[in-house]
């Protein structure tokens, strides 16, 4: 298996402009999670998936992020409009039933 | 709340010196309790797990962890630190059952040669 295969790798966008980050989890795992990471607030989970329904988005800082999973091999995280302070690392993960998750490589978001 | 503390922000040790990472959680009950590892621009990687048993739990690249409950403690230990383990180590717990992880601010960790 490839493991969790994000996209884009880099983000820079415009301050206002829609940012569209996509994440394809492990074939077989039943949660899929987002995650964003900063110097400031270091890992911070920001929604998380079971079986493509949203189980918990307290984590989503505000209305201008949304997160969806179509189906069981794709998920979406975006931020309209975006703001320089959503500037970070963003961070697909996928688990297993047992709760071990598996990291993508991260999506390294710069809003100007 | 629940929580997760890294007490160390930085460690620094000599190339074959032996290395140990602290991490405590504040919990009622037994958690599943996880490390990390994020090399510069990378993901996380998974180190080690534990569930229940043994509490000295193995791990790859020579990486140890041991349970300690009394403690809430489970620090990752390495007996012969290699430069390419310079990086960041994440602790992280499983509450609930609720499949969330919750991380540690992580720590930093350089290799002197």
């Known amino acids: 298996d490839a493991g969790v295969i994000q996209s884009p790798r880099h983000e820079v966008t415009e301050m206002g402009q829609e940012v569209t980050l996509r994440c394809k989890p492990i074939?077989?795992?039943?949660?899929l999670f987002w995650y964003r990471q900063t110097m400031m607030r270091g890992l911070e989970l920001l929604i998380y998936?079971?079986?493509?329904?949203?189980?918990?988005d307290s984590g989503m800082p505000e209305d201008r992020f949304s997160a969806k999973m179509p189906n069981a091999s794709f998920s979406t995280l975006k931020i309209q409009p975006s703001e320089p302070r959503d500037s970070a690392v963003y961070f697909c993960?996928?688990?297993?039933?047992?709760?071990?998750?598996?990291f993508g490589q991260g999506t390294r978001l710069t809003v100007v | 709340a629940q929580s997760v503390t890294q007490p160390d922000i930085h460690i620094t040790v000599s190339e074959g010196a032996s290395l140990e990472l602290r991490c405590n959680y504040s919990y009622g009950a037994t958690p599943y309790l996880f490390w990390y590892v994020q090399s510069p621009g990378q993901g996380l990687q998974l180190l080690l797990k534990?569930?229940?048993?043994?509490?000295l739990v193995q791990g790859i690249k020579g990486f140890e962890a041991e349970f300690k409950r009394s403690q809430s403690s489970f620090n990752l230990r390495k007996p012969s630190v290699h430069w390419s383990d310079a990086a960041e180590y994440f602790c992280a717990v499983n509450l609930d059952s609720s499949y969330k992880l919750i991380f540690g601010s992580g720590t930093r960790l350089l290799v002197r040669p």
């Open positions: 074939s077989g795992h039943d949660y």
């Open positions: 998936f079971n079986n493509n329904v949203p189980i918990d």
């Open positions: 993960a996928s688990s297993l039933v047992d709760g071990t998750a598996f």
């Open positions: 534990y569930f229940s048993g043994d509490t």
